[in-house]
Each structure stands twice: as C-alpha cells, then as structure tokens.
C-alpha cells in the first residue's frame, strides 16, 4: 500500500512562486507513474501534470505549460511540482497521485484520473490578484 502525503501549498501573490512536494511511503514508489491534478472549488478535478518512473517523459495541462515543472527525486520517493508566474486561476486544492506501471502514459491516457491507484489528501494553493 502507498502512501501520498503533500506539502507546499499556501498563498502566493499572482507573479510569484510555489513548489509543492509529494512524499511516498512504500516500495513501488520507483517504478510508478506520478501526476498532478488540482480541484478548485465548485469544479471538477483536472490534470496538470504526469511524470513517467524514470522522470524521462512529462507531459502538462495547457493551461500550466511554460509554467510549471514536474520532477521526481526516486532516491527521496518524492515528486515535485515547481510552479511558477502563479495566477489566480490556479488557485486550488492539488492533489499527487500514482500509478505502479513501468509503462509510460502519453496524451489522455496520463491525463486520466481513472488511471491513478492512489491519491494524496491534496494541498491548497491560494493566488491573490
């Protein structure tokens, strides 16, 4: 069983920065997938951001490519999100999620929320304008 737990979030000015982190618990955590979705309030939940096991292949929500960065430490079992030039659009509750495949995801498959065994308790991120 794998464990999510993130951390990170908070409010930020619109221009500024955040980097959220993610730590797992548990032995698949190198050979899993791992993803970035956010909730805001009164929506559904979307995809911001997939890295395969290997860190080689990422992919990004439109909305946040050129902005935000996921990267993955697997010698820590944690996945980072860098985000930066925050607007207040993004304001959210962003969750981590992973899925034990050495199989890299491309296009909707790694956007898919269904694709994802486990989930963090999400950590809310405020912009202010």
């Known amino acids: 069983q794998v464990q999510l737990v993130e951390s990170g979030g908070g409010l930020v000015q619109a221009g500024g920065s955040l980097r959220l982190s993610c730590a797992a618990s548990?032995?698949?955590?190198?050979?899993?997938?791992m993803g970035w979705f956010r909730q805001a309030l009164g929506k559904e939940r979307e995809f911001v951001a997939y890295?395969?096991?290997?860190?080689?292949?990422?992919s990004y929500a439109d909305s946040v490519k050129g902005r935000f960065t996921i990267s993955r430490d697997n010698a820590k079992n944690t996945v980072y999100l860098q985000m930066n030039s925050l607007k207040p659009e993004d304001t959210a509750n962003y969750y981590c999620?992973?899925?034990?495949?050495?199989?890299?995801?491309?296009?909707?498959?790694?956007?898919?929320?269904?694709?994802?065994?486990?989930w963090g308790q999400g950590t809310q991120v405020t912009v202010s304008a």
């Open positions: 999620a992973g899925d034990a495949t050495w199989t890299t995801l491309y296009g909707p498959a790694a956007a898919a929320a269904g694709e994802y065994e486990y």
């Open positions: 548990g032995s698949t955590f190198s050979r899993s997938a």
């Open positions: 890295i395969n096991w290997s860190g080689r292949s990422t």
